[in-house]
Structure formats: structure tokens, C-alpha cells
């Protein structure tokens, strides 16, 4: 958690383009998603317009509770917490966010079983806001 918090720090577009891959199920990169982030950020200084949506399309796949509403107000107010809580959401939910979408679904289709230490952590309460 520590590191994926300074890295969301320092360099938000990385933890975006990590999420983004993800909830986008591998249809773009990480590197795309992170640059195209970076590009909002520099264009209009505000990247939690295009990254709110983000957290929306990720509660609806899981079924988390919320609304359009508060996903912006939580990415408009503490943009790296709710980018720091949506990271962690998939890591709960069994994603190993380094390698990707295809390679979390590699390392499933081949049936590899996560040892004791990459295991994901027990399941905590699902973000609320």
C-alpha cells in the first residue's frame, strides 16, 4: 500500500493507467491510459474529469455501491486517495495490477495458483465513496 501510494503521489498517471487497463479488461495499455491521463492533466489541469468515470464503469462491473455523483466528488476532492482506493479494490478482487490485464489472464488460464506470499489480502468492505 505504501508503495502504490507514492507512486500515486508522485506519478498519478501510472496507478490510472494501471486501473484503467484493468476495468477496461486489457482493450488499452496501461501506457496508453496513463499518457492519455497525463495529457488531461496538462491540458485543463484537472485529470479527475476523465478519471471519475473510471471509478464509475469499475462499481458497475463489481457491483459496488455508489453513484456518478459521489465518484466524481471523491475523485474532484482527493483525486490520489480515490485513485490509491480503486487500486487496492483490484488487488482485493485477485488482480496482480503489475502485470496487467493479459497477464492476469495468462497466469489464470494456465491455472497458476497465487502462493501464500502474492496471494491477495482478505477481502476488505467494498469502497463507499
Known amino acids: 500500500m505504501f508503495v502504490s501510494g507514492c507512486i500515486t503521489y508522485w506519478c498519478p498517471c501510472v496507478t490510472f493507467g494501471r486501473v484503467a487497463e484493468i476495468v ?8 496508453a491510459s496513463g ?17 471519475c468515470f473510471y471509478r464509475s464503469k469499475m462499481r458497475r462491473q463489481f457491483n459496488l455501491k455508489g453513484s456518478d455523483c459521489t465518484d466524481c466528488l471523491t475523485h474532484c476532492f482527493c483525486e490520489p486517495c480515490a485513485l490509491c482506493q480503486e487500486y487496492r479494490e483490484l488487488e482485493n478482487k485477485g488482480f496482480d495490477m503489475h502485470i ?19 496471494a491477495a489480502p482478505p477481502p476488505q468492505p467494498p469502497m463507499t465513496r
Open 24 to 31: 477496461d479488461r486489457g482493450s488499452t495499455s496501461c501506457g
Open 35 to 51: 499518457a492519455l491521463y497525463a495529457l488531461v492533466c496538462c491540458l485543463i489541469g484537472c485529470g479527475c474529469l476523465y478519471s
Open 100 to 118: 496487467g490485464w493479459h497477464g492476469n489472464v495468462e497466469q489464470r488460464s494456465r491455472g497458476i495458483a497465487m502462493s501464500a506470499a502474492a
